[in-house]
């Protein structure tokens, strides 16, 4: 699809800023709009030339907008959105572009109830300092500034795979991780098993036509335990921090060290050395094991890593 210029809806998110920044990167006109934003959003895309505004009217889609991107946080009475239908502009929401932008990008999908920004952010920047071209999605932001909005059109897409609304099941992922299924989203899910069985659905969706999927031991776990048993093949690992669990990848001699965290890793029982994490936690630890995972999937050296 050719867009030349792009409205976004609820602009102001984080997950909805970094892809205006993406398409602004492309050389698309990008405009927005925002009832709630920060001072600090406002004036980072207008680094980039990204006209914004507080407030949401109609007049704000003119008759050169390609196409109009909106939060799912935003109505479809929404003054923006009704003016789109009525000058016949297509419209996406933000899971169901992400999935137009998978489609033509290499993508890996980062899904789970916690930790997904942590884990998109972290393989985003190890491949960035492999000189790997990458460019990540997130509901997030790097600390010192650094945003990954690679221009190559062969640049990997690390995306924040969210099941709100089973947002995930509109990305076309060629590998993709679970970090885990916890009860959440209760506004969408009535209980734990039904966020289960949508955590199914998208893990037989990467598992199609051989692609990788790397999930959490407990997760395929809840996922073996549904009434109607996923379909996943054979092109999957599992990984755990229980070092005696049978899944594929391990980590042991866990230590709380000077500025972080020491572990070992191993994959499929064999050692693949120590590894020093600046963060402290066993849930960085399961987002740095991922990020190691899919790493190695994108042929990264594992001394780079």
Request: charged share 20%; glycine share 8%.
């Amino acid at each position: 699809m050719e867009v030349q210029s792009a409205h976004l809806v609820g602009i102001g998110g984080s997950g909805m800023k970094n892809l205006a920044l993406l398409l602004a990167s492309r050389g698309i006109t990008v405009t927005g709009s925002d009832a709630h934003m920060p001072t600090e959003t406002i004036c980072r895309l207008a680094e980039e030339g990204i006209r914004v505004s507080g407030e949401h009217d109609a007049s704000h889609v003119c008759s050169q907008t390609s196409v109009l991107i909106y939060s799912k946080a935003v109505p479809e009475d929404n003054p923006e959105r009704a003016a789109a239908v009525l000058a016949e502009i297509p419209q996406f929401s933000y899971p169901e572009f992400l999935g137009v932008l998978s489609s033509v990008h290499r993508t890996l999908a980062i899904s789970g109830t916690h930790g997904k920004t942590t884990t998109t952010a972290l393989l985003g920047w190890i491949l960035d300092q492999a000189e790997t071209p990458v460019t990540t999605i997130m509901g997030g932001d790097y600390q010192d500034g650094t945003v990954l909005l690679s221009e190559q059109p062969e640049a990997v897409l690390v995306v924040e795979a969210c099941e709100f609304t089973e947002s995930f099941l509109h990305l076309d992922a060629n590998a993709a991780v679970i970090l885990n299924i916890e009860s959440d989203h209760f506004d969408c899910f009535e209980s734990c098993l039904a966020t289960t069985r949508s955590f199914a659905r998208f893990a037989e969706n990467v598992c199609r036509d051989g692609r990788f999927l790397l999930i959490e031991q407990r997760a395929l776990e809840q996922i073996r335990q549904l009434e109607t048993s996923a379909e996943l093949g054979e092109r999957y690992e599992t990984f755990s921090l229980d070092h005696d669990a049978e899944a594929d990848w391990t980590v042991s001699d866990l230590a709380c060290v000077a500025g972080g965290t020491q572990f070992r890793l191993q994959h499929q029982r064999k050692d693949l050395g120590s590894f020093f994490l600046p963060l402290p936690g066993m849930h960085m630890i399961a987002s740095a094991v991922a990020a190691v995972c899919l790493g190695l999937q994108q042929g990264i050296e594992l001394d780079v890593l």
